[in-house]
């Protein structure tokens, strides 16, 4: 006799976002909730609750489970289901799957209900490590295209709710240098023409290499890379805490992202295998300070002034991540960098926002330079000045500061930052104005956003909780990683000091500027 969860599976009425019997399934067997709500059908003689005996060896009964993984609200409705079940017995000697009970639960979230589109973009932004799925999608739409060297047609998302992807019906052909169709690269027809990706606009920068997708072409060095990144690792960890939480994947999910995420190939075509980084292009990006330095960033007078644009691209994090990078090669000292922060929109939207945003920054800077000036005057224009010296001539009111969602015309500015944090809170629980995440960062990668291509170690069981993996699951995640995953304890590849500012007209790679020439005065025999 099939237990009644195991009749409920079968019963078509029971879709399988339904909150009590996926919250009742996954208490009683967390194996076979995986394998109902991906989409498989039962197949008989399998029993979930009798299977559910090995998940249940601690000796924790359905009761405690529920309380365990938050669902303790629905204990009243799933006693309620089981005096139906009992009626249903007591009228069905022989029981007919179809008229099992349906369970309801209006009680539970519908970001918490499995298999729903909320569900599945909750894990997309546990991925990602944003606010939610939207940013990612308008990262796509606005710049996903950048790289592409040729002529294109933008493949985009078109569906903001589920990311479904496509082409606009009838959108014509279009390339990055804006130059006529004939005259642009293409990998067959015309393997010489003009490359018009980011790289290759920079290529007296950069430099060039061997084009692999075409005989006889170069291409620009590059920098993407994503070799040996955990996708989702810190969303797994989540999920191995507490498997119920929304913000969080399974290990079968980290498995099957890492495998399937792929990357770009030397034309930034979409491939099953990862992107790796030209070497070159990687001490190249260091040494000239493309990836800003902290020494050097540190040098400067900064007010960054941070709106809001979570579900876009300017994210608040970013200004944390230029934080890190000054913090860390300074001594943890960041006094020449202050944040103004507000969460009305990416930019002020009103005079008085403006007034007390972009005017004040304006007049602040203008004193805090005219201090630097007379306290630390510069030899020439790219003459540096220390962190200290920056920071001595700052301006008393050049603090960090918001202003709250509760103060639409910015008249009163807060100063505690966890005051700030914690304003507003969002779906993901965090305040409007909180610092997230990045993909890089939720793999484990710093905040400091600074390692372009990881150094690896060996992919090893000791780095995950005991028991995460099954046999196959593991044997899978080695074949994802074949040379290992991102070691983000050490430098990134090529990682080394700036020594900028370069000039590259002696070719890629650049040389230090040379010292400002001296003025000379005219002689008096001086015929011209």
């Known amino acids: ?45 399998f029993d979930p609750v009798w299977k559910s005996l090995e998940d249940l060896a601690s000796g924790e009964t359905l009761l405690e489970f529920l309380i365990k993984y938050g669902f303790d609200n629905l204990i009243e409705e799933i006693r309620a289901y089981i005096r139906e079940v009992e009626e249903y017995r007591r009228q069905h000697p022989v029981r007919s799957p179809e008229l099992m009970p349906i369970f309801r639960g209006g009680k539970i979230p519908v970001s918490r209900r499995y298999g729903s589109q909320n569900a599945i973009n909750n894990k997309k932004a546990a991925i990602n490590g944003h606010l939610n799925h ?6 796509n739409n606005a710049f996903g295209f950048n790289g592409k060297p040729g002529n294109y047609v933008r493949f985009l998302v078109l569906d903001q709710t589920t990311g479904a992807m496509g082409v606009i019906p009838g959108e014509q052909p279009r390339n990055n240098c804006l130059l006529p169709a004939a005259l642009v690269y293409d990998p067959v027809s015309n393997p010489t023409g003009t490359r018009c990706g980011d790289a290759d606009l920079s290529t007296a920068v950069w430099g060039t290499t061997i084009n692999e997708n075409a ?35 399974t290990p079968e999910e980290f498995v099957t992202l890492n495998q399937r995420i792929g990357g770009f190939d030397a034309d930034v075509n979409r491939r099953p295998q990862r992107t790796s980084a030209d070497r070159e292009a990687l001490d190249i990006a260091y040494r000239a300070g493309i990836v800003s330095s902290g020494a050097h960033l540190g040098q400067l007078a900064i007010i960054d ?29 960041h006094g020449n960098q202050v944040m103004w922060r507000y969460g009305t929109g990416l930019l002020p939207g009103t005079a008085l926002q403006a ?26 224009l790219n003459s540096a000045r220390t962190q200290a010296q920056v920071i001595a001539g700052k ?18 500015p807060v100063f505690d930052m966890a005051v700030c944090d914690a304003d507003a809170p969002q779906a ?19 905040l400091a956003e600074n390692v372009l291509k990881c150094q690896l170690k ?19 995640l080695n074949a994802a990683f074949p040379d290992g995953v991102c070691d983000w304890s050490r430098p990134g590849v090529g990682q080394q000091p700036a020594v900028s500012p370069l000039t590259f007209v002696r070719g890629p790679g650049g040389v230090p500027l040379p010292r400002a020439p001296a003025s000379e005065g005219r002689g008096e025999d001086d015929d011209d």
């Open 428 to 446: 993901d629980g965090l305040g409007r104005m909180a610092k997230r995440a990045s993909p890089r960062q939720v793999a484990g990668g710093p």
């Open 458 to 476: 060996p992919l090893s069981p000791v780095d995950y909780p005991a028991g995460t993996f099954s046999t196959a699951q593991w044997a899978r």
């Open 395 to 412: 301006p008393a009111d050049a603090v960090d500061f918001c202003f709250l969602s509760t103060d639409p015309t910015f008249g009163t």
């Open 355 to 380: 007034a007390a945003v972009t005017l004040r920054s304006l007049t602040t800077m203008d004193r805090w330079l005219t201090n630097l000036n007379a306290s630390a005057p510069k030899e020439t």
């Open 215 to 249: 005989a006889n072409s170069v291409r620009a060095r590059q920098t993407l890379d994503n070799v040996g990144i955990q996708y989702g690792l810190n969303a797994l960890l989540r999920g191995l805490v507490n498997p119920l939480d929304p913000r969080s994947i």
């Open 305 to 333: 002034s941070r709106g809001w644009d979570e579900q876009g691209i300017h994210y608040i994090f970013r200004s944390f991540a230029e934080r890190a990078r000054i913090d860390a090669d300074n001594g943890g000292n």
């Open 134 to 139: 939207l940013g990612c999608q308008s990262w």
């Open 1 to 45: 006799m099939y237990t009644d969860i195991f009749l409920a599976l079968l019963n078509r009425k029971n879709a399988r976002e339904h909150p009590i019997l996926s919250a009742m399934l996954y208490a009683f067997c967390p194996t076979a909730a995986r394998w109902w709500l991906v989409g498989a059908d039962p197949i008989l003689p």
